[in-house]
């Protein structure tokens, strides 16, 4: 039986924190490995700055799971997880990534750990994402989407443009 007072502290901090400095990321493409993983997250983190524990590279670990196309990329930091969680939909050799906590991350338990949201001051334009304010990460949602509709010539003069927005209201121009 091993006692915590004989680990080393920053190794106790990094076990008790694992859960929330954990990210997953999926739509990997699939010549994405492990380093490629990394080199990118850690270069996009200090783009936007993101990167808050200093210098060096944010991200310890990447596991990929090839058959699924989805990789576990831990952070070294709770705050540098949190942080991640703003480049939601960034593409990565053509691929928007989903940029999600894992299955297991626990708000509650992580709430003493660090922060839980990304950090308001990020530069998500450096890396091509919009911020909002909105749960979507760094991707900003349309309130409109606009339909063209194009009519056989026989139709024309009825034909129609929809906007539809996203709280199911529409407008119809002619």
Do not use: W
């Amino acid at each position: 039986m091993q006692q915590f007072g004989a680990l080393p502290v920053m190794h106790l901090n990094q076990q008790a924190t694992c859960h929330a400095r954990m990210v997953y990321v999926g739509g990997l493409p699939p010549t994405a490995n492990e380093q490629s993983v990394a080199k990118f997250f850690s270069h996009v983190m200090h783009a936007i700055g993101g990167n808050t524990s200093g210098p060096g590279d944010p991200v310890v670990n990447v596991n990929i799971i090839h058959e699924i196309n989805f990789a576990l990329v831990e952070m070294r930091s709770v705050e540098e997880a949190s942080n991640a969680m703003a480049l939601d939909g960034i593409v990565f050799e053509g691929a928007s990534l989903r940029v999600r906590r894992p299955s297991d991350y626990n708000p509650s338990m992580a709430a003493t750990l660090g922060p839980s949201q990304p950090s308001p001051n990020l530069n998500l334009a450096n890396v091509g994402l919009i911020p909002s304010s909105t749960s979507t990460g760094g991707l900003e949602v349309p309130d409109c989407i606009l339909l063209l509709v194009v009519y056989p010539i026989s139709l024309q003069k009825h034909r129609s443009r929809i906007c539809y927005s996203l709280s199911d209201r529409y407008v119809v121009f002619n």
